[in-house]
C-alpha cells in the first residue's frame, strides 16, 4: 500500500462534522476540483495572494489538481505542506493545509484554506482550522501558528480571532498588479489552549509520520 512508504496517507483528523486527510484516489482530486469552479468567493474579491481562483473553469480545476500533487511530489522533511482535504458526509468540501519550515526547529508551523462557497457561512471554516492546530499544538508540540488574511476578508479574521489569534502587523503584497494589505495572525500554545471550543481525534499519528515531518532522528 501507498500508505506503507508515504505514512502521512494514515493521517487522520476528525471533528464533530468534518474529516480531513490526503485523497484516496483521483476520483476524490477531481471531486474537489468540481468545488473549486462552482466557487470559492465573491468575484469582486480575490481573498488570495496567488489568485489561481481567476482562470477558466477548466483552468481552476486543473491548477486544484496539480497543487495537490506538487505538495506531495516535492516533499521535503525540512519544508513539508500537508494538503488536507476536508471532507463532509464523505464529499470533498474545501481544503485546509499546514506548513512547516525546518520545524523541528522552529516550532512554528502556517496555515492556509479555501472551503466552496455552498459550505460557507456554517463554521466549517474554523472547525477545519481548529482541526488543524490541534494536530500542530497538541499532535506536534508545535509554539506558535501563523496565518493571514487581506483587508476586506472578515470570515478568516473572524476565525482567527476566535481562535485566539492576536494581530502580528501587517504585509503589502501586490496582486493582480494591485498592492493590498494582508494583515498577519500569531497563536501562540498557551493561547490555542484557552480557546479550544472543538473535539478533535488525531488518527495515525506514528514514528513514520513524526520521521517525514523531520521530527525523528536516526540513531545508530
Do not use: C
Amino acid at each position: 500500500m501507498l500508505a506503507d512508504y508515504l505514512p502521512i496517507y494514515r493521517l487522520r483528523l476528525r471533528t464533530e462534522r468534518l474529516e480531513l486527510r490526503l485523497p484516496a484516489n483521483f476520483d476524490e482530486i477531481a471531486a474537489l476540483a468540481d468545488v473549486a469552479v462552482a466557487g470559492v468567493h465573491d468575484p469582486g474579491f480575490m481573498p488570495f495572494g496567488i489568485p489561481w481562483t481567476a482562470g477558466s473553469p477548466k483552468s481552476v480545476a486543473r491548477g486544484v489538481a496539480l497543487w495537490y500533487h506538487r505538495a506531495i511530489g516535492r516533499w521535503d522533511e525540512q519544508a513539508w505542506t500537508l494538503p488536507f482535504y476536508v471532507f463532509r458526509e464523505g464529499r470533498p468540501i474545501g481544503v485546509q493545509d499546514i506548513k512547516g519550515h525546518q520545524f523541528a526547529v522552529t516550532r512554528e508551523v502556517s496555515t492556509g484554506s479555501w472551503i466552496g462557497r455552498a459550505h460557507q457561512g456554517q463554521g466549517l471554516g474554523k472547525e477545519m482550522r481548529a482541526a488543524v492546530l490541534h494536530l500542530a499544538f497538541a499532535g506536534l508540540g508545535a509554539d506558535y501558528a501563523t496565518s493571514g488574511s487581506y483587508d476586506g476578508n472578515a470570515a478568516s479574521a473572524g476565525v482567527s480571532r476566535s481562535l485566539g489569534y492576536r494581530e502580528d502587523g501587517i504585509k503589502h503584497p501586490v496582486v493582480q498588479g494591485v498592492r493590498r494589505i494582508e494583515q498577519r495572525w500569531r497563536l501562540s500554545g498557551v493561547d490555542w489552549d484557552s480557546n479550544r471550543k472543538h473535539e478533535v481525534a488525531i488518527e495515525g499519528l506514528d514514528d513514520d509520520v513524526m520521521d517525514m515531518l523531520g521530527l525523528l532522528k536516526e540513531t545508530s
